[in-house]
């Protein structure tokens, strides 16, 4: 196997930390070619789609590419800020906070940046890049609480890939997931109270996270016991009674049956039923997106007002919420536990002097 060239090696360069906020992605632009560029390495992942590549390859370029490419662009478009993606801008915003509180919090050693697992900026890339400027300890985040083969990892997977071509592999920390960690539900049930202070209450919270199909869970994944634990813990900081809240699976793909129930028949079914309110949040996500912005703040929306509902509130996601941020500091700084990130003046004023030493030593030796 051929390695990647390393980059060029600087006796008595003093190693840093990085964190790496990683999410799902998204298309360079609202537009059907974009679109198609973005879909097709996410659908071309074998931990999104379990179907052998060579029959799935066929489908996906001849009967989903062609169609599907041009009407998701469409719903890019209903969503797009001036400023770009809503994913995009607001992974962005969450990693720029990160860095600044964990600078407040003592961590001046230690670089936050992100990536995304398909589209631009490419997590690969971004590995590299913070080889080339000295990082040897690295702690990827994925933007995902809870975790699932199908998501957190697909990010291993292209982790693993990457470093399996470099010689000189920085050390690395994995954060699987979070779902029932304070900080996370402390900043979910902070969100939800805002807004009821702001907005009112309504008769249900309806708790909707992505779907994933109902196989995953018979093999194994715990995603779907992941999802749950997060609504029981939420549910018991708001104080709400089993029958105020539901969880229900959206982002529906296929003939094949997902976890269930699915959102939005849940939403048609509880108008039906004469509820007049409802609130829908999505605390699978950490950012706003397509599927929460378009599917569940205008279809879902929709699916509720057309059978009799009146009163539709949409909960943002966490996006760049101050008590998120402080959330994700807290869960960084468990995975940060052991290395230097937080030295003193005196302790980084030594570890200078000793790269000092170090490259004169290195000078007289020829190297």
């Not at 590419?65 to 469409?74: H, T, V």
């Not at 800020?81 to 001046?108: C, E, F, I, N």
């Amino acid at each position: 196997m051929a390695f990647n060239q390393e980059p060029p090696h600087e006796h008595g360069t003093i190693a840093t930390s990085a964190i790496v906020l990683v999410n799902l992605g998204t298309p360079d632009a609202p537009t059907k070619q974009a679109v198609r560029r973005y879909l097709k390495q996410f659908l071309l992942d074998p931990r999104v789609v379990e179907i052998p590549l060579a029959v799935w390859n066929v489908i996906l370029r001849l009967a989903i590419l062609p169609f599907r490419s041009g009407q998701s662009a469409k719903k890019y478009a209903s969503i797009w800020r001036r400023d770009g993606s809503p994913l995009m801008v607001y992974t962005q915003r969450q990693a720029a906070a990160l860095q600044a509180l964990l600078g407040q919090r003592g961590h001046h050693d230690v670089a936050v940046t992100m990536a995304m697992r398909y589209g631009s900026p490419a997590l690969p890339d971004v590995l590299d890049d913070l080889k080339a400027r000295g990082v040897d300890r690295i702690v990827v985040l994925p933007a995902y609480p809870q975790y699932s083969g199908t998501t957190t990892a697909s990010i291993w997977d292209a982790v693993f890939d990457h470093f399996k071509k470099v010689r000189n592999i920085p050390e690395l920390r994995l954060v699987k997931h979070y779902h029932d960690h304070d900080g996370y539900i402390e900043a979910l049930a902070e969100s939800v109270e805002s807004y009821w202070e702001a907005h009112g209450r309504g008769e249900k919270l309806v708790m909707s996270f992505h779907g994933v199909p109902k196989r995953t869970l018979l093999l194994g994944d715990p995603y779907h016991c992941e999802c749950h634990r997060t609504a029981r813990l939420l549910a018991a900081r708001l104080r709400l009674a089993p029958d105020q809240y539901l969880v229900t699976f959206q982002s529906r793909f296929g003939r094949t049956e997902w976890l269930q129930p699915y959102t939005a028949p849940t939403v048609q079914q509880l108008a039906r039923a004469g509820v007049k309110r409802i609130d829908v949040m999505c605390p699978g996500f950490t950012s706003d997106c397509l599927e929460t912005l378009e599917e569940i703040n205008m279809e879902v929306r929709h699916d509720f007002e057309s059978n009799g509902g009146q009163d539709y509130h949409y909960i943002p996601c966490l996006n760049d919420n101050p008590a998120w941020i402080v959330g994700m500091a807290e869960i960084a700084e468990q995975h940060l536990i052991g290395w230097p990130t937080m030295l003193t003046p005196a302790e980084r004023e030594a570890r200078r002097r000793d790269a000092e030493i170090a490259r004169e030593h290195a000078a007289k030796m020829g190297a």
